[in-house]
């Protein structure tokens, strides 16, 4: 089981079809470092990032 990054907004998942978070089609296996936001309303870094649903999220796609 792979895990790909959504292009659009960088979740990581292993389901490559539509992303749960933006609803792109677009998921690359190049990706590097992640973060897990559990609670986006309380992370700093959740809004710094502009992240708005918990999960695990790529530092750098390309």
Same mark, same amino acid.
Do not use: H, Q
């Given at each position: ?38 609670? *986006? ?12 649903? *918990? ?8």
């Amino acid at each position: 089981m792979t895990e790909v990054a959504c292009k659009s907004c960088k979740y990581i998942t292993s389901e490559a079809t539509v992303c749960k978070i933006c609803g792109g089609r677009d998921f690359t296996k190049n990706w590097y470092g992640y973060l897990v936001i559990i609670d *986006p309303e309380k992370s700093e870094i959740a809004k710094k990032l502009g992240i708005r649903y *918990p999960g695990k999220y790529a530092l750098t796609v390309s």
